[in-house]
């Protein structure tokens, strides 16, 4: 398989990119495609920019986060569709939900030491003598989507081996 060739006047201090990579805003990137391509990137937030060759470092700190498009043109035009990620975002939504988890802890701590919490406000929401079963519930909600968060974070899978679970009572 042929290599792209880059640009001699290149810079080369950026992170080579050929749009199949995840980009993380902040970074600088370096563009790797063949000599005589150019080529537009529409942002998220539907912002273009445009990079024709000698390709040098391109600064990503201002870009949205989100699917990005990359319309290469090099004699033919093709279409790429990348990732830009924020990572300050996602942590501070993972930060947010530890938040919430650690909110409804105590809620639960307070139940079962005090015999009673009449209502609660937990994330601008007012939970109004819930159960201990309730409040478990909502919990495990909020412990899924902080471990998806935390997968996006570590870029692993959330997926589950388990497909069913089967239950099975004696009729009484």
Known sequence: MARARIAKAATTTGRLIDFTQIVYVGETILINLPADSSVEIIGADGVKYNFACPYSDIDTSQWASGMTTAVISNGTTSVKIFEVINPIDITSKYNQLLKIIE????????RLHNGGVLSTTINNKTLM????????????????????????????????PIKSITTFKRGY
């Open 103 to 110: 909110e409804i802890d105590a809620v639960v701590e307070a």
């Open 129 to 160: 003598n819930e159960t201990l079963t309730n409040l478990y519930i909502i919990r495990s909600k909020y412990v899924k989507q902080a471990n998806a968060e935390l997968s996006k974070i570590n870029s692993t899978s959330t997926g589950n």
